[in-house]
């Protein structure tokens, strides 16, 4: 079945440690996200990637990094700069990049919670 | 900055109810989204309508937009327990290099009791 597959579901972190979450997607979509979700709110733009080897910053990058190096594959780096990282992180994808009037459907996948102890 | 704000924050019905949830934003759009997300789990896309548009229906899904108010409401009709679940209404915003980007609400939960 198509999809996005984030991993892992869970994690830990120790303070000054970077931490690598996985995205992938098998959609063959050309757009992918990053988003972070606190709780009782809303989801935040970290990054997003409209082709492979490009991506730009979204409202909320510092502290974050990210790469696009194949199309089915968008990992997010959560550094120690990030100041509070202990969130619930979402990937998604749209089949292409939302520009002028497309602002199409996004697939996302189940999230990765992370936690800084 | 929050485009789209979703009212009443909670919500808590019996099934065969009807849930109503509203969002609110500040710009003008190209069109509004809802989705949803199971406590945990990641967000699914529910319905898409158009700036053009007044009404849409798909199933037990009802949404209208007013673009004069900037508000947009999803009636969910005979409510089920497993409708239990947050509802966010997401805004298209201009983004950098002509691109938009979707800005999300607070959402909505809803909370559905046999």
């Known amino acids: 079945d198509g999809g996005i597959t984030q991993s892992p579901k869970y994690l830990f972190r120790k303070e000054g440690q970077n931490v690598t979450l996985s995205c992938e997607q098998n959609?063959?979509?050309?757009?992918m996200y990053w988003y972070r979700q606190d709780p009782g709110q809303g989801l935040r733009l970290i990054y997003y990637?409209?082709?492979?080897?490009?991506?730009q910053k979204g409202d909320i990058a510092e502290g974050y990094s990210v790469s696009r190096e194949k199309k089915e594959s968008f990992p997010l780096t959560v550094t120690s700069a990030q100041k509070n990282p202990t969130a619930f992180y979402l990937c998604?994808?749209?089949?292409?990049?939302?520009?002028?009037?497309?602002?199409?459907?996004?697939?996302f996948g189940e999230g990765s919670r992370l936690t800084v102890l | 900055s929050q485009q789209g704000e979703e009212d009443p924050q909670a919500l808590s019905i019996q099934e065969g109810e009807n849930a109503t949830m509203n969002c609110s934003y500040k710009?003008?759009?190209?069109?509004l989204q809802w989705y949803r997300q199971n406590s945990g789990r990641g967000l699914v896309h529910l319905i898409l309508?158009?700036?053009?548009?007044r009404e849409k229906h798909s199933g037990r899904l009802r949404v209208t937009l007013d673009t004069s108010k900037k508000s947009s409401s999803l009636l969910i009709t005979a409510s089920r327990a497993a409708d239990t679940a947050s509802y966010f209404c997401?805004?298209?915003?201009?983004?950098?290099?002509?691109?938009?980007?979707?800005?999300f609400g607070a959402g909505t939960r809803l909370a559905v009791h046999p």
């Open positions: 998604a994808s749209s089949i292409d990049a939302l520009r002028g009037e497309n602002t199409g459907e996004l697939f």
């Open positions: 959609l063959n979509h050309d757009a």
């Open positions: 990637s409209q082709i492979v080897n490009d991506f």
């Open positions: 710009t003008s759009i190209n069109n």
């Open positions: 309508i158009r700036s053009n548009e």
């Open positions: 997401a805004t298209d915003s201009f983004f950098s290099g002509g691109y938009n980007k979707l800005i």
